[in-house]
């Protein structure tokens, strides 16, 4: 099982472009999370996605900010005219079912924004 | 929403003494806490977590304690090596998917 995969793992992109990570669960698991961990920070969520469903987007930002699971192919996270302030390591989640109290919340290695 | 607060924001201790790592969270619904360890680049990784309706939790060298009444929870390492070096991160759930996490805390063991 490859685990969580995030790509890609380093992105630099110019104030005004537009960021694209991606994300593919771990095989079986149906469930994404989207946490963001700006440096010196604990992670903070910032949406849940079934498969062509958006659970719960409580955390992300109402503009420039989007989340996609499709039926076919990765989990995107997408973040339009980037600011500074978005540079940040995202990690994406995923579990079996929803939650993380069953302890099969597993996360993949991060893609790190930097924003010039 | 949820405030979890962690301390210290970094620990050094002497290998094979213990480390001790103290959060606290302000919503009494929360009832899942899980720590996470990450090192340098790398994902965080599950350790250990503990749902309210247990005290302590032991695996190994490592251990978790809840207090409900007091709203806080530690994570307790003994014999620490060097390999215990990493950002160590508590967090508290009540959604079940929504995890908020304290700012971590820096773990360096000296050899």
């Known amino acids: 099982n490859a685990g969580v995969m995030q790509n890609p793992r380093h992105l630099v992109r110019r104030r005004g472009q537009e960021a694209r990570l991606r994300c593919s669960p771990m095989?079986?698991?149906?469930?994404v999370y989207w946490y963001r961990q700006l440096p010196e920070e604990g992670l903070k969520f910032m949406v849940y996605l079934q498969k062509e469903n958006i659970i719960d987007e409580s955390g992300m930002p109402k503009e420039r900010f989007s989340a996609e699971f499709p039926k076919e192919g990765p989990s995107i996270l997408r973040i339009q005219q980037v600011v500074r302030g978005d540079s940040a390591a995202y990690f994406c989640?995923?579990?079996?079912?929803?939650?993380?109290?069953?302890?099969?919340?597993?996360f993949g290695e991060g893609s790190r924004l930097t924003v010039l | 929403g949820e405030n979890v607060e962690q301390h210290p924001s970094t620990l050094s201790v002497q290998e094979g003494d213990s480390a001790v790592i103290k959060c606290t969270y302000s919503d009494s619904a929360s009832n899942y806490f899980p720590w996470y360890k990450q090192e340098l680049g790398k994902r965080p990784q599950l350790i250990i977590d503990?749902?309210?309706?247990?005290g302590e939790k032991k695996d190994q060298r490592i251990a978790v304690t809840l207090n409900k009444t007091a709203k806080h929870f530690s994570l307790h390492i003994t014999e620490t090596q060097p390999e215990d070096s990493a950002v160590y991160f508590c967090?508290?759930?009540?959604?079940?998917?929504?995890?908020?996490f304290g700012a971590g805390t820096t773990v360096t063991v000296r050899a």
């Open positions: 095989k079986g698991h149906s469930h």
């Open positions: 503990i749902r309210s309706n247990v």
């Open positions: 989640a995923s579990s079996p079912r929803q939650g993380a109290s069953t302890g099969e919340l597993f």
């Open positions: 967090a508290a759930s009540k959604d079940d998917y929504k995890l908020s």
